[in-house]
């Protein structure tokens, strides 16, 4: 078997839940012996194997110019509107571009959460057409014409018109203009895309920007069964003024106040829960503009960087609730199975890959706050079940979600890839 060629993994950010994911599979190569440099824009990692990449001004002064009119313009039709989470993710970058020279290129190329760092045009445009190109898919956003989720929206499908999560003024035609580029720059490339979860995969293989695609398949995250382990909960609860008796709920996000995220179902389910004066919520992750549930006592832990206090939060809680709206996988949920605490979520997006109905925890219909408050309730009042899922949530992971398995599983894909022809252009 020929070695693996190089890999240059592309992602806009150093920090966040993609770039985390994002960084446990660049790591876990490194680990495996393969060449692989995590390049990025936003951020800083003291690490000999990760590159932060410069932005270049195309044509000097009025390059930037151009780009700070256009991104203004941007920010005015793009950002969030009520109702809607996150802000478009543009397939340009008018005026600039990143200061590295692909055009002889003999590395496999890996991308990730790209918003910001790489312009569709531009990239392609130098990219040698017979290099392969991995894309990992961390959200809708490559597979739509700018939205990270497409929610009940289907132009994906077909032909993205009257974007829902634009404003008025760009709705009729920005998003067709950005899915008409994705589709042609991705077009007869040597593309092989990778979905975290298994209903990823299926939204991707109807995507009309993917149609090109040469593969598909769906590769899990995985996580730091050594980090990420049951720890003894005393000493946390205490520390935190925690009663013994108590029955603690986790939950936790980049912002609480994240609408897709859940925190308002998740505090309207505890407020139902008759067993509500004997639990405690524990939250972590930016507070925002959130509010608490009523009647419960709410401790919120801000953001927590350590996976060591990550890990020791999560076995201090007897529940972990995922009340995404919506979701690609949901990494806290595995971070918390593997901690042996059960997961208490909405049937959304890739969670069931994980969180599975009586074995590793309990599913709610989406957007259901009842039956998200019942669930919480059959396991606050069974914690005998409640341990039981929590261990087969250990187990699960040990066999089917380490970083060792991820490692393999990207160095078949690269070893696939080499191996195979690539396209010819037309």
Not at 206 to 228: M, N, P, Q
Not at 247 to 262: E, M, P, Q, S, Y
Request: charged share 20%; aromatic share 8%.
């Amino acid at each position: 078997m020929p070695p693996i060629r190089s890999v240059l993994h592309f992602n806009t950010l150093a920090n966040g839940g993609a770039a985390y994911a994002a960084r446990k599979i660049h790591d876990s190569l490194v680990v495996s012996g393969v060449d692989s440099r995590y390049c990025y824009v936003d951020g800083s990692v003291n690490n000999p194997t990760y590159q932060k990449l410069r932005f270049r001004a195309r044509a000097g002064v009025l390059g930037k110019v151009w780009h700070g009119i256009v991104r203004r313009f941007r920010q005015r039709i793009g950002a969030p509107r009520p109702g809607f989470l996150e802000p478009f993710g543009w397939s340009t970058i008018p005026g600039l571009t990143i200061d590295l020279d692909l055009s002889d290129c003999r590395s496999i190329v890996h991308l990730h959460w790209i918003v910001g760092l790489l312009d569709y045009g531009e990239f392609f445009r130098n990219l040698p057409i017979a290099t392969p190109v991995v894309w990992t898919l961390h959200d809708m956003n490559p597979l739509t014409g700018g939205c990270h989720y497409a929610w009940e929206c289907n132009g994906f499908i077909g032909r993205c018109t009257q974007c829902p999560q634009l404003a008025r003024i760009g709705r009729r035609s920005m998003a067709r203009t950005s899915q008409m580029l994705r589709r042609r720059t991705l077009a007869d490339r040597n593309l092989h895309i990778v979905a975290d979860s298994h209903w990823l995969e299926a939204e991707a293989k109807k995507s009309w920007i993917l149609e090109s695609a040469l593969s598909f398949r769906t590769i899990h995250y995985g996580v730091d069964l050594e980090a990420f382990q049951p720890r003894k909960p005393l000493a946390t609860r205490r520390r935190l003024g925690i009663d013994d008796a108590a029955t603690v709920i986790a939950f936790g996000t980049d912002r609480l106040d994240n609408k897709r995220k859940g925190f308002l179902e998740l505090c309207a389910a505890l407020a139902r829960l008759s067993e509500k004066e004997n639990l405690e919520l524990l939250t972590f992750g930016e507070l925002g503009n959130a509010l608490g549930p009523e009647g419960v006592k709410w401790q919120h832990l801000g953001v927590i960087s350590s996976t060591e206090e990550l890990s020791t939060l999560y076995s201090a809680a007897d529940i972990y609730v995922m009340a995404s709206l919506q979701e690609a996988f949901g990494q806290t949920a595995q971070e918390a199975l593997a901690c042996a605490t059960p997961v208490v979520a909405f049937d959304v997006g890739g969670i069931s890959d994980m969180v599975r109905p009586n074995q590793t925890g309990l599913l709610a219909r989406v957007s259901d706050v009842d039956h998200l408050a019942q669930h919480i309730s059959d396991l606050v009042l069974h914690p005998t079940t409640s341990k039981r899922l929590g261990q087969n949530g250990r187990d699960l992971m040990e066999r089917q979600f380490s970083l060792s398995k991820q490692a393999d599983s990207y160095l078949n894909l690269y070893t696939e890839i080499s191996n195979n022809h690539a396209p010819q252009s037309a």
